[in-house]
C-alpha cells in the first residue's frame, strides 16, 4: 500500500479540517514535546475523527529519566483516546545531538519501553542523517519500527537496509496550507488490532500518574529538566514546569552541567526564578532567584563537596544534590 499520511501541530491553526478529510485518510499528531501539550492537540483530535490517526513527541530529554518522563506526560495526553497508528518519539532536535550515541539510544529505548508497557504500538520518528550517523539506526531497527524524513523525489534507498513504515517526503497542500507530507506503506490499522495494541476493543489503562518525589532521577552530575522537576516536587512548589527561569547568561558558559533545556538564559535582570529562590531560601542565602558564584557555594557546603563556585561537566555538587533530592 502507498497512501497519503499528513502530521500536523500547533503551527496548523485555521486548517480546514473539511478539505483534509476529503483528500486523505491518515494523519499523525503532535500531542507535545518536552513536558508540554501541544496546544492544538485536542482541537486536530476532535475535529479528524473518523480518519485513521496517530500520535507523536517531539522529545527534548537529555537522559533517560527525562525520556521516561517525557513518555508518562505523552501518555497522560492520548489517554482515553483511539489511535490506530502507531505512537511516536519524534527525536531530532539539534540541542540533542551532542550527546553521543550511547546516550540517545538509552533515551529512545526507555521512551520506548515507557509506551509499549501502556499496550501501544511504539515507533521512532527521525531524519535519515540522525537514523545514519547520530543514533545506532540499524540496531534501534530491530527493535522499533520507523518513520523515516528524507524530503527527495525519492524514498530512502533499500541498500540503506532501513525497515519503516512511513516515509515523510517534505511538504503537501492540504487543508488551505503546506503541511508535513508522508507516504504510508504499512496497513497499521489492521497490524495494531491483530496485535490487540492501542486499546482500540476494549477500555484504555487508567492515566498514568505524573512523577511524584517519589520518582527517581539520574544522578549524574548533571542538571537537566528533570533534575529541576524533581526540585520543584520534593519543595513541593505550585509550578512544576521543569525550567528555572530568568537566569543571567554570563554564569552560563562556566556552568556547563547546568543545561540550556532547563536553565532559561537571559541577557538582562529579568526577576530571576520562584524555584531558585526556595532553593536559596533552604540553603540559607539570598533570595535573589538567581543561581551564581553564592548560591552553588552554598550548595556545594551543604552536599559536602569541594567549594569553587561553578558547576563543571558533570559536576560533583549536582550529583550529590540529585542524590540528596532522591533520598527526600
Not at 507530507?181 to 504499512?186: F, L, M, P, T, V
Not at 511524584?212 to 516536587?233: F, N, R
Not at 551543604?302 to 549536582?318: L, Q
Amino acid at each position: 500500500m502507498k497512501e497519503l499520511c499528513i502530521d500536523i501541530s500547533t503551527w496548523q491553526g485555521g486548517i480546514d479540517y473539511n478539505d483534509i478529510r476529503s483528500k486523505c485518510n491518515y494523519a499523525i499528531l503532535r500531542a507535545g514535546f518536552d513536558i508540554t501539550k501541544d496546544n492544538r492537540f485536542e482541537e486536530h483530535y476532535a475535529n479528524l475523527q473518523g480518519m485513521h490517526l496517530g500520535a507523536y513527541w517531539y522529545s527534548y530529554a537529555t537522559n533517560e529519566s527525562e525520556a521516561r518522563t517525557e513518555a508518562r506526560t505523552f501518555l497522560s495526553i492520548i489517554n482515553g483516546k483511539k489511535f490506530d497508528l502507531p505512537i511516536y518519539l519524534d527525536i531530532e532536535d539539534g540541542s540533542m545531538s551532542g550527546l553521543g550515541r550511547g546516550t540517545l539510544d538509552a533515551i529512545v529505548r526507555a521512551f520506548g519501553e515507557e509506551i509499549q508497557n501502556a499496550g501501544y504500538y511504539f515507533g521512532v520518528y527521525t531524519n535519515l542523517n540522525w537514523y545514519r550517523n547520530i543514533l545506532s539506526g540499524s540496531e534501534l531497527n530491530k527493535q522499533f519500527d520507523w518513520w523515516i524524513a528524507l524530503w527527495d523525489n525519492d524514498p530512502p534507498s533499500p541498500s540503506y537496509g532501513i525497515n519503516y513504515g512511513i516515509w515523510q517526503f517534505g511538504s503537501t497542500w492540504i487543508g488551505g496550507q503546506n503541511v508535513d507530507g508522508n507516504y504510508i506503506y504499512k496497513d497499521y490499522p489492521t497490524i495494531i488490532r491483530e496485535l490487540g495494541l492501542n486499546h482500540l476493543d476494549g477500555p484504555t489503562p487508567p492515566t498514568p500518574p505524573t512523577p511524584t518525589p517519589t520518582h527517581q532521577i539520574a544522578e549524574d552530575g548533571i542538571w537537566g529538566k528533570d533534575t529541576t522537576l524533581k526540585v520543584q516536587e520534593v519543595f513541593n512548589l505550585e509550578v512544576k514546569d521543569g525550567i528555572i527561569s530568568n537566569q543571567l547568561s554570563w554564569f552560563r558558559d562556566e556552568n556547563p552541567a547546568l543545561l540550556d533545556s532547563t536553565f532559561e538564559w537571559k541577557d538582562y535582570m529579568a526577576g530571576g526564578s520562584l524555584t531558585m529562590c526556595a532553593i536559596q531560601n533552604w540553603l540559607g542565602v539570598e533570595a535573589d532567584g538567581y543561581i551564581g558564584p553564592n548560591t552553588i557555594s552554598a550548595l556545594q557546603r551543604k552536599m559536602g563537596t569541594p567549594v569553587d563556585g561553578c558547576c563543571s561537566y558533570p559536576s560533583a555538587v549536582v550529583k550529590a544534590f540529585q542524590h540528596w533530592l532522591n533520598q527526600q
